[in-house]
């Protein structure tokens, strides 16, 4: 089973901006894509960035103020968000999709980290 763990959480001003790290707790060897996603309270969890084999995605809310980089060698994903907003506030989670030796996929979430934005 492998865990994820997120950090870099915490609380930040508006305008101001974070940094969040995501590693597996073991090697993983076949990694689909390494992902940040967020809920905030009362929404439902939305995708602020990918990345698979070096392709970015983006939510539209964070482009332009967001980057998401990978080590492979750690298994690690980051995000690096700046100029942000009271609408940024939310738990971020980390989800890293792995291949099955059967060609499907398995999913492994983090337990979240609180990021709050306050003026």
């Known amino acids: 089973q492998v865990q994820v763990a997120e950090s870099g959480g915490g609380l930040v001003q508006t305008g101001g901006s974070l940094s969040l790290s995501c590693e597996a707790s073991e090697r993983v060897l076949s990694i689909k894509s390494m992902g940040w996603y967020r809920q905030a309270p009362g929404k439902q969890r939305e995708v602020v960035a990918q990345?698979?084999?070096?392709?970015?995605h983006y939510a539209d809310s964070v482009k332009g103020r967001a980057t998401i980089t990978r080590d492979n060698s750690k298994n690690a994903v980051y995000l690096q968000m700046s100029s942000l907003l009271s609408e940024d506030t939310a738990v971020y989670y980390c989800?890293?999709?792995?291949?099955?030796?059967?060609?499907?996929?398995?999913?492994?979430w983090g337990q979240g980290t609180q990021v709050s934005v306050s003026s």
């Open positions: 989800k890293i999709v792995v291949w099955t030796t059967s060609g499907g996929t398995i999913d492994y």
């Open positions: 990345i698979e084999r070096g392709a970015t």
